[in-house]
Each structure stands twice: as structure tokens, then as C-alpha cells.
């Protein structure tokens, strides 16, 4: 048997992790619906918050948390979750109870899927699964989380800014770090090639352990990089406009403040104490976060890097998002350069109000304000979806969460679109509410 045989031979046998876990997760059955995805699968955040911390334990369990697993180590993960299951339904069952006092108690502070995922599983394996008498222990978890969390964490910036010689030393800090962000001459062609195959099919094992190797040189690449140091004084270069993306409400962008931002504004606008307040408002435990002043300092240098984010990986997920976003056109039958782009406006173009939209201009008659906005809405898909992906890249900044997984980095760009298209449906349906 040859090397390249031998070779084969070994990643024959190995599985990806990831799709360990989702067969583990569909052998419980029902009762965890409320964890998992449309497709049946756990939700990247049950796998995040509840499967690998709780259940893999992965930080003792390191052998648990390779991409690729063998065949002795998928059969102890399958084990394990499956093992897991009356726990997992209990904590499902837990989250319902916890949503509804949410909505009871009219909390809108922090993501209730990062707040409580943890939290329902610990109260799974202490008390079971919630019976009618719950109600105040509800109460008493959400006080604990919320009760002087947020208000605490936001006075303590609040205060921390109001002195003059802060502020005075970060913006002294910031002009030193915008300076310092400079394009190299390396030519961007060949990674924008390299985004057809990340973003392309895998129709085998061997592809998609392809496709996994051309991320890991593309995140390595200085094009994502130099392209949003180009956005910084020379936009001519770039392929797209920041400002028809919705990154950035002007451009050449310009350093952001440190404080006096307005509400709205764009991504790459926003001063450096709304930044830090987002992520403190988003913390699921702050215990893990620098203090305010190292917070406020880190986010300065974030601010000022290309796109708004440090990690190499993320500048390289953003860019590709944009590829994604340029390609989406829900209204019109254009096809998309990558199968990515393809698989998330097919599923775009099967929604109701997308049809709908489409059927009202297909007609070429009056259209009803209404419409309208649905129209405009979708016409302008890349700017809220580039601008969500955006937060979510920003938090995985802060958090140091890696963008190294190729198949985490779709289903990233594909959970984006989802996100968008709901906020659309809600929105009209609020509309619809309103005018009846």
C-alpha cells in the first residue's frame, strides 16, 4: 500500500466531529426541540453552551475536541450525549419555563439562548424536569441573572468614561493604533479564488477535508487584512463599497470616537463605549471578561484594526460574508456565483412574503406602501445580513472564539440569513397587526 493510500486509508476512518455530535443528538429523540435547529440538529449555541462545556466537559475531556475523531472516540461522544438525553429534554423543558417568565417579567437585556442554556441544564440535573410548582423558581434563576448584572456592569463604564483624562488617554491611544494600520502590497486574486471553494460544494469526505484545508491557508492570508486597511484612505481598491455594504456610513471610513455615538449608526462607526457597552450587555458570565479599563483599552485597538476585528479568522469570515451578501437578490432570478449563496436564497425564495413580494412585481401593478417596505427590505438584503454577521463576528472577537472550523463558518453565514428573514417576517407581521 502506498503512502497516499495510507494516507487515505486514515481519514477513511476518521469522522468529523461535528457530525458526531448531530447523530448523537438526533438518537434522543423528541422533547429537545426547543435546543435544536429546522433541520432536527443541536443549535451551534446547545453545542456551545450546554454539549461541549456540560456534557463533553471539554476541558478535561481534550480528546473530545478535535475536528476529526476516530472511530473509538465518536462512539464515547455518542454515548455520553445519548446518555444524556432525559437531562437534555429536562433542560429543554426548563428553557420553555424560563422564556415565558422572560416575556412574563418583560426582560430584553442579554441573548436568552447564551443567559440560560447553562442554567437550564444545571437545573435539569439538580431538579429534573420542571413541574407546575416551578414558577418561582423561574423567578428566583432570572433574578439572580439579571438582577444589578447589567445596571452594575453599565454604571461601572458609565463612570469609568466620565472622567475627562480617560477619555483624553484613549483617544491618545486610538490615533496611535489607526496609524499603525497599514496595507501591504500582497495581491487579493487568490483568495477570492479560494472563496469558491469554501463557499462551493463538498461532495465526499475528501472534498470537504479539502475545502477545510483551503480555509485554514485562506484565514492565514493577508488579503482580508489589507483589504480593510484599504477601507481605512483608499476605497478605490477595494471590490465593494463599504458604504453600500451597510458597513460604514461614509467612506474612506473614518477612526471611530471614543464616546458620542449615535443610535443606528453603522458597524465600523460606532465609538468605542457603545462597542464595549454591547458586549457587556451580551456577557453571559463577565467574571471572564477583563475589567472595565482593559476592556475599554482592548476594544480601542479592535476598533481601529481592519474591519473592526483583531483575529485574522474573523476579518477572513466577514470577508467572506460579503461574498455571500453582493450574491443574495431574493427578488430577482439571478444565480448566485457561489452554491452557498444559492442554498440560502433558494430557501429565501421559499418564504411567503418573499413570494409574495416577488408575485407583486411580477404583476407590474400599483404597490401598496406596505409592500414596499417588504420590497425595499429585500432589495437592501446585504445590509442587515453583513451587519448582523458583523455583531456576531465582533463577539467572537471579544470572547476569542475561533473561525478556524470551515463547516462552523457556513453554518455562521447560513444562521445570519435565517436571522435577517425572521426579523422581515416579524416585522410584517407586526405591520399586519397594526393595520387589521
Given amino acids: 500500500m502506498t503512502t497516499e493510500a495510507r494516507a487515505d486509508t486514515a481519514i477513511a476512518v476518521m469522522r468529523p466531529r461535528q457530525a458526531v455530535i448531530d447523530g448523537a443528538w438526533r438518537a434522543i429523540g423528541p422533547g429537545v426541540e426547543v435546543l ?6 443541536p443549535l451551534r449555541r446547545t453545542v456551545k453552551r450546554i454539549i461541549d462545556p456540560l456534557v463533553l466537559r471539554l476541558r478535561s475531556n481534550t480528546q473530545y475536541s478535535a475536528p476529526f475523531v476516530d472511530a473509538a472516540v465518536a462512539a464515547a461522544i455518542h454515548e455520553l450525549i445519548v446518555g444524556h438525553g432525559p437531562a437534555l429534554r429536562a433542560a429543554a423543558a426548563w428553557f420553555e419555563v424560563l422564556k415565558r417568565e422572560r416575556r412574563r417579567q418583560r426582560i ?3 441573548n436568552a439562548q447564551e443567559l440560560y442554556f447553562p442554567v437550564c441544564f444545571e437545573l435539569a440535573v439538580t431538579r429534573g424536569a420542571p413541574s407546575d410548582e416551578d414558577h418561582d423558581a423561574a423567578t428566583t434563576v432570572l433574578q439572580g441573572i439579571h438582577d444589578d448584572r447589567d445596571r452594575t456592569a453599565i454604571e461601572v463604564l458609565n463612570q469609568f468614561v466620565s472622567d475627562q483624562q480617560v477619555v483624553a ?17 500582497e495581491i487579493t486574486g487568490p483568495f477570492l479564488a479560494g472563496l469558491t471553494t469554501v463557499l462551493g460544494p463538498a461532495e465526499s469526505h475528501r472534498d470537504s477535508v479539502a475545502r477545510q484545508r483551503v480555509w485554514s491557508a485562506l484565514i492565514a492570508d493577508a488579503a482580508p487584512y489589507n483589504l480593510g486597511a484599504n ?13 453600500d455594504l451597510g458597513l460604514s456610513s461614509v467612506e ?4 471611530p470616537t471614543i464616546v458620542g455615538g449615535a443610535a443606528g449608526d453603522r458597524p465600523l462607526n460606532r465609538c468605542v ?8 450587555r451580551r456577557a453571559l458570565d463577565r467574571d471572564e471578561l477583563p475589567d472595565v479599563p482593559l476592556l475599554c483599552a482592548e476594544e480601542v485597538d479592535r476598533s481601529c484594526a481592519p474591519w473592526g476585528l483583531l483575529a485574522e479568522d474573523n476579518q477572513a469570515a466577514l470577508i467572506a460574508g460579503i461574498e455571500i451578501a453582493v450574491n443574495l437578490a431574493p427578488l430577482t432570478d439571478v444565480a448566485p456565483r457561489y452554491q452557498l449563496a444559492s442554498l440560502i436564497q433558494a430557501r429565501l425564495r421559499k418564504e411567503a412574503y418573499v ?4 408575485r407583486y412585481l411580477a404583476g407590474g401593478g400599483p404597490i401598496h406602501p406596505r409592500q414596499q417596505q417588504v420590497i425595499d427590505d429585500l432589495s437592501a438584503f446585504a445590509r442587515p ?5 458583523w455583531a456576531r463576528l465582533h463577539g467572537r472577537d471579544v470572547w476569542q472564539e475561533p473561525c478556524s472550523d470551515v463547516d462552523d463558518v457556513r453554518s455562521l453565514l447560513e444562521g445570519v440569513a435565517r436571522s435577517v428573514s425572521l426579523d422581515h417576517r416579524q416585522r410584517i407581521k407586526s405591520m399586519l397587526q397594526v393595520a387589521g
Wanted: charged share 25%; glycine share 8%; net charge positive.
Fill in 36 to 41: 435544536s435547529g429546522d433541520d432536527g440538529g
Fill in 108 to 110: 430584553t437585556t442579554g
Fill in 169 to 185: 488617554k484613549l483617544a491618545e491611544q486610538l490615533r496611535h493604533s489607526w496609524r499603525d494600520v497599514r496595507a501591504g502590497t
Fill in 231 to 243: 477601507a481605512h484612505e483608499a476605497t478605490t481598491s477595494l471590490p465593494w463599497s463599504i458604504v
Fill in 252 to 255: 474612506p471610513q473614518l477612526p
Fill in 273 to 280: 463605549v457603545d462597542r464595549v457597552r454591547a458586549t457587556l
Fill in 355 to 358: 413570494m409574495h413580494a416577488r
Fill in 385 to 389: 445580513y453583513l451587519s448582523r454577521l
